[in-house]
C-alpha cells in the first residue's frame, strides 16, 4: 500500500500557474499509471492528466496545452504544471496510483485546493 501526498496548491490569478507535485512512498510493482484528478463544487472528480510507468501521457481536453504532466522514472514524484489557469480550474486536485496489471493499486492522496480567482 502506497501513501501518496500532493502540494503546491494555492489561490493564483487567472492566467496565472500553479505546479503540484505528488510524492510516493513505499515501493510500486508495475505496471501502473499515475493520475491527477480534480473534483469542484457540484461536480464529480475527473480526470486531468496522467502518466504511466513508461512515460506516456494523457490530458482531458478542457486542459490540453495548458496543464504539463511529468515524473522521474519510476513515478515516486509526478508533478503537475498549471499555465493559464482559468476560473473554472478551481477544484480540490488529488494524486492517485492506479495498478494496470497484477498488482491493483487504488491508492488516492489527500487533495490540494486550488482555487483561480482575481
Known amino acids: 500500500q502506497a501513501r501518496l501526498v500532493e502540494s503546491g496548491g494555492g489561490l493564483v490569478q487567472p492566467g496565472g500557474s500553479l505546479r503540484l507535485s505528488c510524492a510516493r512512498s513505499?515501493?510500486?510493482?508495475?505496471?501502473?499509471?499515475v493520475g491527477w484528478y480534480r473534483q469542484a463544487p457540484g461536480k464529480e472528480r475527473e480526470l486531468v492528466a496522467s502518466?504511466?510507468?513508461?512515460?506516456?501521457?494523457k490530458y482531458a481536453d478542457s486542459v490540453k496545452g495548458r496543464f504539463t504532466i511529468s515524473g522521474d522514472n519510476a513515478l515516486t514524484t509526478v508533478s503537475l504544471q498549471m499555465n493559464s489557469l482559468k476560473s473554472e480550474d478551481t477544484a480540490i486536485y488529488y494524486c492517485?496510483?492506479?495498478?494496470?496489471?497484477?498488482?491493483?493499486?487504488?491508492?488516492w492522496g489527500q487533495g490540494t485546493q486550488v482555487t483561480v480567482s482575481s
Open positions: 502518466i504511466n510507468s513508461v512515460g506516456d501521457q
Open positions: 513505499g515501493s510500486a510493482f508495475g505496471p501502473y499509471m
Open positions: 492517485h496510483l492506479k495498478g494496470l496489471g497484477f498488482y491493483r493499486y487504488d491508492d
